[in-house]
């Protein structure tokens, strides 16, 4: 199922740190009177996976949609660099506000996005029957979508949904606890 690198790459990594981390992380969702389990830390490591994707990779274009030019069509699309250095060289009058953007991932999150994602796509919710339905709802949840949302979306119920992402995040815990002890 996996090929010799990606094994080689899975063992490797520092899982008791990514482990701590994800604990962490799964103490600031829950809610005060919860108690910390298993797959609390497993889908803390999909959460974190599937933001990590979301701001490192970004999406193709759109086939048929119509593509930018090189060159900016008005004010709007121009670069923040392109502002600073109008307004140092005395073009516009104010500096003019820079837009955050959410910082890129680093290089050592990629990595652990990878291998999380790997472990997702292989080894979360092996045994059940409408596999991608259900897959497709957890991930849905990782990326921040509201339960009723998902349910109307994937016909699951908020129960069904709530089920599946204990069994995803408890999956994906078990793997990589198996990598920690090998």
Request: charged share 25%; with cysteine.
């Amino acid at each position: 199922m996996t090929d010799p690198g990606m094994t080689t790459r899975l063992q490797a990594y520092n899982w008791t740190a990514a482990l701590k981390e994800a604990a962490s992380d799964a103490r600031d969702h829950l809610k005060r009177d919860a108690r910390l389990m298993e797959y609390h830390v497993g889908f803390a490591l999909l959460r974190q996976a599937a933001q990590t994707s979301r701001l490192a990779y970004s999406a193709p274009p759109r086939p048929g949609w119509p593509k930018k030019s090189a060159l900016p069509d008005g004010p709007d699309e121009v670069t923040q660099w392109q502002l600073i250095s109008a307004y140092l060289k005395g073009d516009l009058t104010s500096l003019p506000s820079i837009q955050n953007r959410p910082p890129q991932p680093s290089a050592d999150d990629i990595d652990r996005c990878d291998l999380v994602l790997h472990i997702w796509h292989n080894y979360a919710l092996p045994y059940k029957g409408d596999r991608s339905r259900l897959k497709k709802a957890v991930y849905l949840r990782a990326n921040g979508a509201k339960p009723n949302k998902i349910a109307a979306v994937t016909g699951l119920t908020v129960r069904q949904l709530r089920n599946a992402v204990n069994e995803a995040g408890q999956d994906i815990h078990d793997q990589v606890v198996f990598y920690i002890k090998r």
